[in-house]
C-alpha cells in the first residue's frame, strides 16, 4: 500500500520509489476470508514518505498496524 501510494504521489517519469523501513504488528491472525488494508500518508516529503498502514478483516477486526517509510530517488537520465 505504501509503496503504490507513494508512486501515486511522485513524479513517475523522473522519479522512483524505494522502501526504507517496514514495521508490523500483527493483532491477531486471520486463515481465510477477506482482509482490507487502509494507508494514510503521515509524512509527505520531498526525499520520504511515511505511511501508516492499517489491516482488518471482514468484521472490521484490526489484524496487523503498520507504519512503512518510502524513500524517493530521481532517475538516471538514459544515455
Given at each position: 500500500?505504501?509503496?503504490?501510494?507513494?508512486f501515486n504521489l511522485i513524479d513517475q517519469k523522473n522519479q522512483?520509489?524505494?522502501?526504507?523501513?517496514?514495521?508490523?504488528?500483527?493483532?491477531?491472525?486471520?486463515?481465510?476470508?477477506?482482509?482490507?488494508?487502509?494507508?494514510?500518508?503521515?509524512?509527505?516529503?520531498?526525499?520520504?514518505?511515511?505511511?501508516?498502514?492499517?489491516?482488518?478483516?471482514?468484521?472490521?477486526?484490526?489484524?496487523?498496524?503498520?507504519?512503512c517509510t518510502m524513500a524517493i530517488v530521481d532517475k538516471k537520465?538514459?544515455?
Amino acid at each position: 500500500m505504501a509503496s503504490v501510494g507513494t508512486f501515486n504521489l511522485i513524479d513517475q517519469k523522473n522519479q522512483m520509489t524505494v522502501g526504507l523501513e517496514i514495521n508490523a504488528n500483527h493483532i491477531r491472525g486471520k486463515r481465510d476470508g477477506i482482509v482490507t488494508a487502509v494507508a494514510v500518508p503521515l509524512h509527505k516529503g520531498r526525499t520520504t514518505m511515511v505511511w501508516d498502514i492499517k489491516i482488518s478483516d471482514e468484521e472490521g477486526k484490526l489484524i496487523c498496524v503498520s507504519r512503512c517509510t518510502m524513500a524517493i530517488v530521481d532517475k538516471k537520465p538514459s544515455t
